[in-house]
């Protein structure tokens, strides 16, 4: 993938689109008494962009990332991967869950949990085990490949779930506020991680926080969801450039701007309601 | 006979050999008290433990194994394996389908609720009192605590799992042998020890009725002709068979589920 491009121009081909989502809305319960939490949700993804969606919890950031990855189906509205609408989990998409302890399989190996995805495809166990082996050496984590899960830590953890993403060979990867169980140093190096890998695999990533330094350090588009029901109240373009650095970049003008700018979104529609 | 349960770890040698001696000195006692009591006041009921290890050494090694033992072994093995297999079948696709699991569960809970023993009058009398009746009692008798264990199982898969398998399009067949079966693999397994514990009953109540044959006739027909050394020994391979068979059950135990102890030793030692 030779561009992986932070922002795109507005003519840029149909085919570099990724995600396109129009009108999503969803409701939870019956008719009567639904409890609307998306509201006409709306936004684009393009190849190789990273794209934070920050919001309060209860914004219902978690739903729209289950309807993204088809594990839901949304009451109204189009969601469309790759060119294909989303009606069930699409092909090339993986997802990174929050919960790494139980995401993962406690009684398979490292190695295993990360081909375990690969053996309905027509790989041999060698060529599985390869394809694996990569992604674990993406992630730092080669020599832990004949480890089970509950002997690492849980940044570790965290790490086999994403080379299990990696070894999907995906177009894009979910990821469900993966660093919210981790201690902070741990959280900035999977932040940095994800950055690495991005920019090593040319992939879009879509990830889910509540943690507003985390989405403008990561993305090239902050999308802000606020209000209840949700909607997407701003996306915002983040230029901090493809060489960032948890200290240097975080002490930029820049950053602060758009930490401030972000925030002052989130809080805006919520105090128009008041 | 005394079956000290604890769980086995690898441990060091001198700490090991101070384990074997606080399971084994009670037996050893017990064994003991048997030996002296029934030497000094001996009766027909109660033949000096001598006379009955001399007639166990004498029958059982090795002519009434292989006439006795070993085909009561072969109904056992063959009808536990039935009741595992169609138990866990059954109970995987009623975990799966919570729907026709509420429409069968009540009906299931009543028909567990009669004892494999009280079946045992329609067995004879459908199958007679060959192998067939045997085998078939057996399984049934084993395949309601697995089926029950084995549905509770399944239900409890981590839903995070479900949804791993479901976005990763992992088909029905991986997701039930690398994720269903092995999350449940921990209550199969505690279904599968109480029916083991089915299994060795209804073998020995199955021979002692309707028998014409098997360890359970055996000490059935000692015990009518007065032979009462015969019977005491017929009793002690009952329990060896019964000590042998959960020591095999634990091993294989410990084996495939050394990922659950691991797992959660570790979350115990982390306060997790």
């Known amino acids: 993938m030779n561009h992986a491009h932070a922002i795109h121009p507005a003519s840029a081909p149909a085919a570099d689109v990724v995600f396109q989502v129009e009108g999503l809305v969803h409701r939870y319960g019956s008719a ?44 109204a509205g189009q969601i469309t991967f790759n060119g294909t609408p989303v009606t069930e989990p699409p092909q090339g998409l993986a997802l990174v869950f929050q919960d790494y302890s139980r995401s993962l399989m406690p009684w398979l190996t490292v ?10 495809g027509s790989l041999t166990r060698r060529q599985r085990d390869e394809q694996g082996m990569v992604a674990l050496e993406e992630v730092g984590l080669a020599k832990a490949v004949s480890q089970y899960p509950w002997q690492l830590s849980g940044g570790m953890q965290q790490r086999v779930a994403i080379a299990r993403a990696l070894a999907y060979r995906p ?44 989405a403008v350090y990561l993305s090239d588009k902050v999308c802000v969801l606020s209000g209840s029901p949700a909607k997407v ?35 805006r529609p919520a105090a128009v309601k008041q | 006979m005394v079956a000290p349960f604890r769980p086995h770890s690898p441990m060091r040698l001198s700490r090991r050999t101070r384990a074997v001696l606080v399971e084994v000195w009670l037996p050893i006692v017990l064994v003991g008290l048997w030996w002296v009591l029934s ?68 009906t299931l809970e009543f028909v ?11 067995f004879v009398i459908l199958l007679g009192v060959g192998p067939a009746m045997k085998v078939s009692l057996i399984a049934v008798g084993t395949f309601w605590p697995i089926l029950l264990n084995a549905i509770d199982g399944v239900r409890s898969v981590e839903p995070t799992l479900r949804d791993v398998a479901a976005s990763f399009r992992i088909p029905l067949k991986h997701r039930l042998l690398h994720i269903v079966l092995p999350a449940a693999s921990p209550q199969i397994f505690s279904g599968a020890r109480i029916s083991l514990s089915v299994a060795v009953i209804l073998i020995v109540v199955s021979e002692m009725v309707g028998g014409n ?6 000490v059935r027909s000692a015990e009518r002709s007065f032979a009462i050394p015969e019977m005491w020994s017929g009793i002690i391979v009952l329990g060896l068979m019964g000590y042998v068979l959960n020591t095999l059950f634990r091993l294989l135990e410990s084996r495939v589920l050394a990922w659950h102890r691991g797992m959660t030793t570790r979350t115990q030692r982390d306060g997790r």
């Open chain 1, 171 to 214: 177009v894009a990867v979910l990821m469900d506020e993966p660093f919210a169980s981790v201690d902070a140093q741990t959280r900035a190096d999977l932040e940095d991680l994800m950055l690495s890998v991005r920019k090593h695999l040319g992939i879009s990533v879509l990830l889910v926080t509540h943690d507003i330094d985390e």
């Open chain 2, 39 to 106: 030497a000094r006041y001996p009766s027909i009921y109660s033949p000096p433990l001598q006379e009955i290890l001399r007639l166990f050494r004498e029958l059982w090694l090795f002519e009434h194994a292989r006439t006795d033992l070993l085909p009561s072994l072969v109904n056992l093995v063959l009808g536990y394996l039935l009741g595992l297999i169609a138990g866990v079948a059954l109970g995987t696709w009623l975990g799966l389908s919570p729907r026709l699991n509420r429409a069968l569960w009540p």
């Open chain 1, 32 to 75: 009567a008494d639904a409890r609307r939490i998306l509201d006409g949700v709306q936004f684009e993804v393009r190849r190789g962009d990273f794209v934070c969606f920050v919001g309060p919890s209860g914004a219902g950031k978690s739903t729209l990332l289950r309807c993204l990855a088809g594990l839901q189906t949304p009451t």
């Open chain 2, 213 to 218: 044959g098997g360890i359970g006739y055996f």
């Open chain 1, 111 to 120: 190695l295993d949990n990360v081909t375990l995805p690969l053996r309905a």
């Open chain 2, 112 to 122: 567990r609720a009669i004892p494999g023993v009280a079946i045992l009058p329609v």
């Open chain 1, 233 to 267: 109240a701003a996306v915002i373009d983040v230029n901090l450039g493809s060489e960032r650095d948890q200290i240097t970049t975080k002490a930029t003008r820049e950053f602060a701007e758009l930490r401030t700018k972000v925030y002052q979104t989130i809080r």
